[in-house]
């Protein structure tokens, strides 16, 4: 919804290359000396993150998505895991300059038309990049409708580091967990977190499949074989975030003590101890409620597949979990829900904020169940040896392959236990809960996290931040 613009930053890609070479050519500018006249330009390829050159893009804040898939998944083995996407994505969004011309986020799938303000209106494709021309062009300040009718067949996408995510094909449907950039691999996109946006879901699948995303369930209709379920998700989401994961599930429903409607949808060939780590969700929202204030969303839940990406997801409001959901691993991806979801990383490089809060949040739940200490579990990670990678990585700078390395959970949650030490209980749950209540809804970075933990504490941290955040080497006095 609100866009922090970064400031334009010069990309060598192949990408870009040719987005220039267009912009070049298209002369769309306004003759110079008129003052006050649009002077159109194309948006960005990208927001301008520099791990992910190409995620999201310049001159839009996408305020909603409203996509309607049509999901086929792959035929009886030995057929390949392969399925057929079908989608119609409703983009509202604002233009934030005045636009010749302006990129989504697409990969893998081709549009076959769109449309701007129910105009069809002229598109191309680049790796990453669907490329559309608005006619009548956009002034700034002006909202537009785009609507991208798109589709095609879904594999198993992977990231940098090849892990896999974006819409991960499965024998029975799809895995939907998209962090940091693998959103584009399932709809046209302004794939970063500065942009956060509602969204809403109509996703048709075979007959006795359950298509499960964010958010509420409206309901859901089946007509010739085929069920289309509704979901709504009103609170302000990044893209990576968003779901719309396809099994066989049993959906399990009901209220939270703080009030919040849960929804899991547990695959039905999980048995119960590979799902017994949920029992206590209910019970865990209430425990980080007192640390890190109210739950922020209109529902919550678990998605608990059989089929594994090797790794769990905080997906907003319905937290994802490869084959099983164990009692940590469901109080890290809860603990997300404020830190990292409500609260986003500016910056990918900023990851460290999500990944050692929901550790932390972890240690903490574990001395509430009184099986080990907050205190035992930092000393366990500042035993690791000065040459681990938790201490070779600079946590606040840990680079496009180290956005999910040991430093940004371990070093990340030991940096806020030793902040908890260093400033007090009351000055830490009052930043814990200010940090929620100042970003939520919206992204923060570390030295935004820097001034308010000063603010509050109304200590110089700055010597405790660079040891910790900003050196290559393990942290001794601080
Ligand atoms: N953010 C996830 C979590 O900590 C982890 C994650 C996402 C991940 N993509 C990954 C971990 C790729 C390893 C590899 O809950
Ligand atoms: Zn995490």
Excluded: C
């Amino acid at each position: 919804m609100s866009a922090r613009p970064f400031r334009r930053i010069a990309f060598v890609t192949a990408g870009l290359v040719l987005a220039s070479t267009v912009a070049a050519s298209s002369g769309a500018v306004a003759a110079p000396g008129s003052p006050g006249e649009p002077r159109y330009a194309p948006g960005d390829p990208g927001a301008g993150d520099p791990y992910f050159p190409l995620a999201g893009n310049g001159g839009i804040d996408v305020v909603h998505y409203d996509l309607d898939l049509d999901y086929a998944p792959p035929a009886a083995a030995p057929a390949p895991l392969e399925g057929t996407l079908a989608g119609v994505a409703t983009i509202d969004l604002v233009a934030l300059a005045d636009l010749d011309r302006f990129n989504l986020d697409l990969r893998g799938l081709t549009a076959s038309a769109v449309t701007v303000n129910g105009k069809r209106v002229a598109f191309t494709q680049a790796p990453n990049e669907l490329v559309v021309t608005p006619r009548p062009k956009l002034k700034a300040g002006q909202a537009a409708t785009v609507v991208v009718t798109y589709g095609g067949t879904t594999t198993r996408p992977t990231d940098i580091e090849d892990a896999l995510y974006g819409w991960v094909t499965t024998r029975d449907g799809a895995m939907v967990v998209s962090e940091p950039d693998g959103s584009a691999t399932w709809f046209p996109v302004n794939d970063h977190p500065t942009d956060k946006s509602t969204y809403s879901f109509e996703i048709t699948v075979p007959e006795g499949l359950t298509a499960v995303a964010n958010g509420l369930l409206l309901g859901s209709e089946t007509a010739a074989g085929r069920t289309t379920w509704t979901w709504d998700a009103p609170d302000p989401m990044a893209a990576y975030l968003a779901t719309a994961t396809v099994g066989n599930f049993r959906l399990e429903q009901y209220t939270a003590a703080n009030g919040t409607p849960i929804i899991d949808a547990i695959d039905v060939t999980r048995s119960p101890g590979q799902v017994a780590g949920l029992a206590r969700t209910s019970e865990m929202i209430s425990f980080f409620e007192e640390r890190f204030g109210p739950y922020p969303f209109v529902s919550y839940g678990a998605i608990v597949d059989n089929d594994t990406v090797g790794y769990a997801l905080e997906t907003q409001t319905r937290s994802f979990f490869s084959s099983s959901a164990s009692e940590n691993t469901v109080a890290h991806e809860l603990a997300h829900q404020w830190m990292g979801d409500h609260v986003s990383p500016g910056r990918w490089a900023d990851i460290w904020l999500n990944e050692g809060w929901a550790t932390y949040a972890s240690w903490m739940w574990r001395e509430h169940r009184g099986t080990t200490t907050a205190q035992t579990l930092f000393t366990g990670v500042m035993n690791r040896a000065a040459t681990s990678s938790t201490w070779s990585t600079v946590l606040a700078e840990p680079g496009p392959l180290g956005i999910f390395g040991t430093a940004v959970y371990d070093r990340g949650a030991a940096l806020l236990h030793a902040l908890r030490v260093e400033i007090g209980d009351e000055a830490f749950f009052d930043l814990a809960t200010e940090w929620v209540d100042r970003f939520g809804g919206g992204t923060a970075t570390t030295s935004d996290f820097i001034a308010l933990s000063e603010d509050i504490s109304g200590q110089d941290l700055d010597q405790f931040f660079q040891v910790w955040a900003y050196e290559p080497t393990k942290p001794t006095t601080w």
